[in-house]
C-alpha cells in the first residue's frame, strides 16, 4: 500500500497497529492542519522509493485513542513500525530526505 491521500475512514486500534507485521509508516494530522498539509509533498515522495511500505493515515486529534496511545502532541508525527512497534519517529518532517532516511533504517 503506497502513499494514502486521505485518512482512514475508521482509526484502527491499537491492538490492530501492534499486531501489524509488515513495516509500517503511521502518519497523524488533520486535513487543516497547514503544517500537515505542506508535509503531503515530503510524504508522498518519499514513498517514491518505498512503494512496498503501508502507510495508514489517521485524522488526529482531542479524545482520539490511537493518537494518544503514541503520545503524539504535533502534526504530522510519523511513526515508524516494524513488527507493529516504533522504531523511528519524525514530528514535522523537515525534508522528503529525512522521511525516506527513517524509511530506509526501518526497511532494511
Not at 70 to 90: D, I, N, S
Request: glycine share 8%.
Amino acid at each position: 500500500m503506497p502513499y494514502t491521500a486521505r485518512p482512514l475512514s475508521a482509526e484502527p486500534s491499537r491492538d490492530q497497529i501492534d499486531q501489524l507485521a509488515e513495516p509500517t509508516v503511521l502518519e497523524f494530522g488533520t486535513p487543516w492542519c497547514g503544517h500537515c498539509q505542506a508535509a503531503q509533498p515530503l510524504i508522498e515522495q518519499a514513498f517514491k522509493g518505498h512503494p512496498n511500505l503501508v502507510h495508514i493515515k489517521v485524522e488526529d486529534g482531542k479524545g482520539r485513542p490511537l493518537g494518544r496511545s503514541f503520545a503524539v502532541k504535533l502534526w504530522p508525527t510519523l511513526v515508524f513500525l516494524r513488527g507493529g512497534q516504533e522504531v523511528a519517529r519524525l514530528v514535522r518532517p523537515p525534508s522528503s530526505q529525512a522521511i525516506e532516511a527513517a524509511m530506509s533504517n526501518m526497511a532494511g
